[in-house]
């Protein structure tokens, strides 16, 4: 095949900080946004007593939400490649600015849409005109007790800037420019940058996981201080709203905006927490497996000392075959993200950590990863393309305020795209050692969902409970982190002293409080659907693009009614638990 690039090629939303393009939209967006303002401003009940009109004020707001979505991604996509981009660092803040601007000029319309009267709003939900802003409407109502004055809106919008998003900024800028210490292997290979460390907790030697555990941990370690208290503000921020809006905690309010009850929420994190018995026989079997006593820095560590390298041009022929024995279009769908440059693959110093898919209405998304070339970073790859394959049908199907899918929705793809390239592999690999590894991989990765995502969820409570009534700093952090890792351990991980330090490194709790119970429970409705995948077939397929292209315009229980799964239903949690147990089964078993 011919050389693919490694890094994304952003030209598709602007050329660069100096062309025309940006330029006009960076000087027009707060004129567009005034003029709309004072076009509609005030007059909303009256446009909404007739259908067409309020239909073509919907679309010409959604035309400024969307070139803002615009004119905000392309620094920020900028910063991520490389937080030390001093131009993307700088525009990154002049474009927050100027949509904050633009955003309060807009803030009066959903207000007035929540002020319309019952029998209004009844007759915008039963218009076939409307249909696609059908849930919409409906979650304009669901928010409508919490939502502010329209100056009280403005202030809150524009002081974020200064207040929750600055403080994100400032860990992200401050983690960029942080030098690792290096860990070098036995083999004389040397890492020195967060990603290429990390991969080593999969490396063979006991001594060379430990280094890196404990090199990356030495960074966030020397800044806890710093960390707790950009936590501790974020935190206050988020009492202080919930407050204000009358919710009754932080986890309510993210309950709602996750389109989630706090039933189904209380289930997940029961249902885990009363089978931390199967995270604890799995590591016991594993370091019976390996003849040592398993440490924190130990849970990644390969059975055997087998080398699985694929090169980034491997993987991506791998991810084409295994979608296409499941779907043409899966498969043609990626194709374009590799041919279309769409993807930043390549580690460099500075670059966010992690991996993300991010979409932009009326664009196609964008995926960033450090791809290191281990198994670890072929399934991250084909995660992210699953979102990339979920974002470019929702495009096709959803208006802009019906596009975003909730958590619950959006996980479902990428996890099934992982599924499946699993599946193709075990199926097409001859070595039994390989595919002993992709087996145990496949059992931590769901243990990973099921046990350390919801950990994180029982610290975040602890922390907005803490709030609520008290404070916090980094030594209490530290101590609620190590208690609740301990108790998911038991007697079968030895908890190092550095990981007390660790919650440092999940962004998440940072910029988006209460999001990583969402995994575990997308993850239970994936392995649901997946399921069903399996029992019908290649039938199923057209049910799933329908799901995918849902988006955000429906109610996540609705929308996976649509193939037959009901997330609210206990047994589809207690069947990802018995999922996993059935899978380490299947791996004892194997000699």
């Known amino acids: 095949m011919s050389e693919i690039r490694t890094d994304w090629d952003l030209k598709d939303l602007y050329k660069s900080f100096e062309s025309p393009e940006f330029t006009a939209d960076f000087e027009n967006i707060i004129p567009l946004a005034k003029n709309f303002n004072q076009k509609y401003r005030g007059r909303i009940s009256e446009i909404a007593i007739e259908i067409p009109a309020l239909k073509a004020c919907i679309e010409e707001y959604e035309s400024i939400e969307s070139l803002q979505q615009r004119l905000y991604s392309y620094p920020a996509l900028r910063f991520n490649a490389d937080t030390r981009d001093k131009d993307a660092v700088s525009w990154q803040q002049r474009t927050q600015e100027n949509v904050s ?31 696609l802003y059908k849930h919409y409407f409906s979650r304009l109502l669901q928010f409508k007790p919490h939502t502010l004055s329209e100056e009280v809106e403005q202030v809150l919008n524009e002081a974020d800037l200064a207040g929750v998003s600055a403080f994100v900024q400032l860990r992200e800028q401050h983690l960029g420019s942080q030098e690792f210490e290096p860990v070098t292997t036995p083999e004389g290979k040397t890492a020195d940058t967060e990603p290429e460390i990390s991969a080593l907790l999969f490396h063979p030697d006991p001594e060379t996981r430990l280094k890196a555990y404990v090199n990356v941990r030495k960074v966030y370690s020397s800044h806890n201080l710093l960390y707790g208290i950009v936590l501790q503000k ?51 079997f594993k370091a019976d497996k390996l003849g040592i006593k398993i440490k924190i820095s130990d849970i990644y560590a390969p059975y055997q000392p087998i080398e ?19 779907d043409n279009e899966f498969e043609s769908i ?47 790859l084909a995660h992210e393309l699953g979102h990339g394959i979920h974002g470019v049908y929702t495009n096709r199907s959803q208006r802009l305020l019906g596009a975003d ?41 769901a243990l990973n969902l099921l046990f350390r995502q ?19 700093d980094h030594e209490w952090v530290n101590e ?65 693009k329908q ?45």
């Open 101 to 131: 601007s633009a955003s309060n000029y807009l803030i009066f319309f959903n207000l007035e849409l929540q002020k319309l009267s019952e029998t209004t709003i009844e007759t915008l939900l039963k218009s076939p005109k409307l249909s």
């Open 234 to 284: 974020i935190a206050l921020h988020h009492k202080l709203d919930y407050a204000r809006r009358g919710f009754k905690s932080t986890l309510e309010k993210q309950l709602l905006g996750d389109q989630v009850s706090e039933p189904v929420y209380r289930n997940v994190i029961d249902v885990t927490r009363n089978a931390f018995d199967l995270f604890q026989d799995y590591y016991r």
């Open 308 to 326: 699985i390298v694929k090169s980034y041009p491997e993987t991506v022929e791998m991810i084409y075959d295994a979608m296409s024995h499941v």
């Open 334 to 380: 990626v194709r374009r993200f590799v041919e279309g440059n769409y993807i930043d693959s390549t580690i460099r110093k500075g670059k966010r950590g992690g991996a993300f898919c991010w979409s932009i209405w009326g664009f196609h998304p964008y995926i960033l990863q450090s791809f290191t070339g281990t198994p670890e970073s072929w399934f991250t």
């Open 405 to 445: 899918p909730p958590m619950v929705l959006a996980e479902i793809a990428s996890t099934f795209n992982e599924l499946l390239l699993l599946d193709y592999l075990l199926e097409n690999e001859s070595d039994g050692k390989l595919k002993f590894a992709l087996l145990t991989k496949q059992v931590e990765d």
């Open 454 to 472: 919801t950990t994180i969820s029982r610290l975040e409570e602890d922390i907005h409970n803490k709030m609520s009534s008290d404070s916090f």
């Open 480 to 544: 609620r982190w190590l208690y609740w890792y301990k108790t998911l351990c038991g007697d079968s991980v030895e908890i190092l002293p550095d990981h007390s330090v660790d919650w440092a490194r999940i962004g998440h709790i940072f910029f988006k409080p209460f999001y990583c119970y969402n995994y575990c429970l997308s993850h239970m409705v994936s392995i649901a659907c997946y399921s069903k995948y399996k029992s019908e077939g290649k039938s199923f397929i057209p049910k799933f």
């Open 547 to 591: 799901l995918l292209s849902h988006g955000g315009s429906m109610n996540p229980k609705d929308a996976l009614a649509s193939v037959g799964v009901d997330p609210s239903d206990p047994k589809v949690m207690q069947s990802a638990i018995d999922h996993t147990r059935n899978l380490l089964d299947k791996l004892i078993a194997m000699k």
